[in-house]
């Protein structure tokens, strides 16, 4: 009677969330429109929606969301929302799977999961709130990795590819499969990837697919000059639009404060320099996680969470154009620092735990502060203080070492 009543009031509160947010006009109406234009025949990638946003996805995804677009909004937002969350259960599901938790008590297994929902929180929000593809793009690249582990090899590659294909930012997926030997994986990745940017001719033509192509290349292109001085938006995070403000004065941010911010003013080539080289810093970093040499496969299932999750966490920090909602692809990282204090709670020194668990507790501030003290937000978006957070994230995943040494050779 107790878990019928709890699965009922979930249900309830689920209902409720689900309905009071299907009455915003969010991202989706962006590509649905989008779609609608597709099958008129216009460059969707030309065309500008809602104060000038422009869509910034795949054609063959505007092919599949096409029959949502007959629908009233309430209703594609509902059944949005819901896919979401679905989502979101699934991606818990497969990082319990991929963590060895096979020692957890009850209560450290309790202690784990609401850590991590509760950091997670605020970037689930607002990936629903905003009617945003995040959720989905992380799902493609946990489930599909899942696969690979598991030697289910085309069913891996077709679900990564369908996230690359989507948005971009799962192509960091690739050399990291290429390097710890997943050739299979790789290589039905690339194949998929292939066959999705192609396949839409079938629906709208070889000629309209290639114009849009060439398109949105021009568009995404991370070379173009809005995306090395990324402040179009107060809600931009990541390097890009972190050092544009620490290292130019002048930045074009209509909704920045008078306070400054910048501790330099160097032209625009040099701050595409430095960027460049911050972001190749980063990415060479993560051969300290990775600890072998190529092709050889993780030692421990511990091993392989950890280098995943800074794989994943890279993608809000060196990609350009990333919003707030985008760094949900930190929290495997914070999962598995708070799941590194619980196993080895005996043979840390009492010290490192105390440092460790106080730099949790701050990145978990930092990260939740617009849930927990809203008022000051646009201080939080001035600073860009997420992006320190992730930073700071990164030096807390470097310092919790995986002791494990048992074998990952187990289906994941």
């Given at each position: 009677i107790k878990k019928y009543l709890i699965y009922s009031l979930g249900f309830l509160l689920a209902a409720?969330?689900?309905?009071?947010?299907?009455?915003?006009?969010g991202d989706l109406t962006i590509y649905l429109n989008a779609s609608r234009d597709l099958f008129k025949g216009d460059d969707i990638f030309v065309n500008t929606y809602f104060d000038g946003y422009h869509y910034f996805y795949s054609v063959l995804f505007a092919i599949l969301i096409y029959p949502l677009s007959f629908l009233p909004m309430w209703l594609y937002n509902s059944l949005w929302i819901t896919l979401n969350i679905f989502f979101v259960y699934r991606i818990f599901l497969i990082i319990k799977n991929l963590l060895p938790l096979h020692d957890f008590s009850k209560k450290h297994l309790m202690f784990l999961r609401?850590?991590?929902?509760?950091f997670a929180l605020r970037f689930i929000?607002?990936?629903?709130?905003?009617?945003?593809?995040?959720?989905?793009?992380?799902?493609?690249?946990?489930?599909?990795?899942?696969?690979?582990?598991?030697?289910?090899?085309?069913?891996?590659?077709?679900?990564?590819a369908l996230g690359i294909n989507i948005k971009l930012l799962p192509i960091v997926l690739v050399p990291y499969l290429l390097y710890r030997g997943f050739f299979k994986g790789a290589i039905f990745t690339i194949a998929f990837y292939v066959l999705y940017m192609f396949i839409p001719a079938v629906v709208i033509g070889w000629d309209h697919n290639q114009q849009l192509l060439a398109t949105w290349g021009h568009l995404i292109n991370p070379l173009n000059s809005n995306h090395v001085l990324d402040t179009e938006e107060r809600s931009f995070h990541g390097l890009s639009t972190l050092l544009s403000t620490l290292l130019v004065k002048n930045v074009p941010d209509k909704h920045a404060l008078t306070i400054p911010r910048n501790i330099a003013d160097i032209s625009i080539e040099h701050l595409n320099l430095i960027l460049n080289i911050v972001r190749l810093i980063l990415i060479a970093f993560t051969l300290y996680f990775l600890r072998s040499a190529p092709f050889k496969k993780p030692v421990t299932f511990y091993q392989r969470f950890r280098e995943v999750s800074y794989i994943l966490m890279l993608i809000p920090l060196i990609f350009p154009h990333q919003q707030h909602y985008a760094f949900l692809f930190v929290c495997p990282a914070f999962v598995f620092c708070i799941h590194y204090l619980i196993r080895n709670r005996?043979?840390?020194?009492?010290?490192?735990?105390?440092?460790?668990?106080?730099?949790?507790?701050?990145?978990?501030?930092?990260?939740?502060l617009k849930l927990l003290l809203g008022e000051f937000n646009e201080y939080y978006e001035h600073f860009k203080i997420l992006t320190y957070a992730a930073i700071l994230l990164v030096i807390v995943l470097a310092f919790c070492e995986p002791k494990e040494k048992e074998s990952v050779n187990a289906t994941a």
């Amino acid at each position: 009677i107790k878990k019928y009543l709890i699965y009922s009031l979930g249900f309830l509160l689920a209902a409720a969330y689900i309905f009071l947010e299907s009455q915003n006009r969010g991202d989706l109406t962006i590509y649905l429109n989008a779609s609608r234009d597709l099958f008129k025949g216009d460059d969707i990638f030309v065309n500008t929606y809602f104060d000038g946003y422009h869509y910034f996805y795949s054609v063959l995804f505007a092919i599949l969301i096409y029959p949502l677009s007959f629908l009233p909004m309430w209703l594609y937002n509902s059944l949005w929302i819901t896919l979401n969350i679905f989502f979101v259960y699934r991606i818990f599901l497969i990082i319990k799977n991929l963590l060895p938790l096979h020692d957890f008590s009850k209560k450290h297994l309790m202690f784990l999961r609401v850590c991590g929902f509760l950091f997670a929180l605020r970037f689930i929000h607002e990936n629903i709130h905003a009617m945003q593809i995040t959720i989905i793009i992380m799902y493609l690249a946990l489930q599909g990795l899942q696969f690979v582990f598991a030697n289910k090899y085309i069913s891996g590659g077709a679900l990564i590819a369908l996230g690359i294909n989507i948005k971009l930012l799962p192509i960091v997926l690739v050399p990291y499969l290429l390097y710890r030997g997943f050739f299979k994986g790789a290589i039905f990745t690339i194949a998929f990837y292939v066959l999705y940017m192609f396949i839409p001719a079938v629906v709208i033509g070889w000629d309209h697919n290639q114009q849009l192509l060439a398109t949105w290349g021009h568009l995404i292109n991370p070379l173009n000059s809005n995306h090395v001085l990324d402040t179009e938006e107060r809600s931009f995070h990541g390097l890009s639009t972190l050092l544009s403000t620490l290292l130019v004065k002048n930045v074009p941010d209509k909704h920045a404060l008078t306070i400054p911010r910048n501790i330099a003013d160097i032209s625009i080539e040099h701050l595409n320099l430095i960027l460049n080289i911050v972001r190749l810093i980063l990415i060479a970093f993560t051969l300290y996680f990775l600890r072998s040499a190529p092709f050889k496969k993780p030692v421990t299932f511990y091993q392989r969470f950890r280098e995943v999750s800074y794989i994943l966490m890279l993608i809000p920090l060196i990609f350009p154009h990333q919003q707030h909602y985008a760094f949900l692809f930190v929290c495997p990282a914070f999962v598995f620092c708070i799941h590194y204090l619980i196993r080895n709670r005996n043979e840390l020194k009492t010290n490192f735990k105390k440092t460790i668990s106080f730099m949790l507790i701050l990145i978990y501030l930092i990260c939740n502060l617009k849930l927990l003290l809203g008022e000051f937000n646009e201080y939080y978006e001035h600073f860009k203080i997420l992006t320190y957070a992730a930073i700071l994230l990164v030096i807390v995943l470097a310092f919790c070492e995986p002791k494990e040494k048992e074998s990952v050779n187990a289906t994941a």
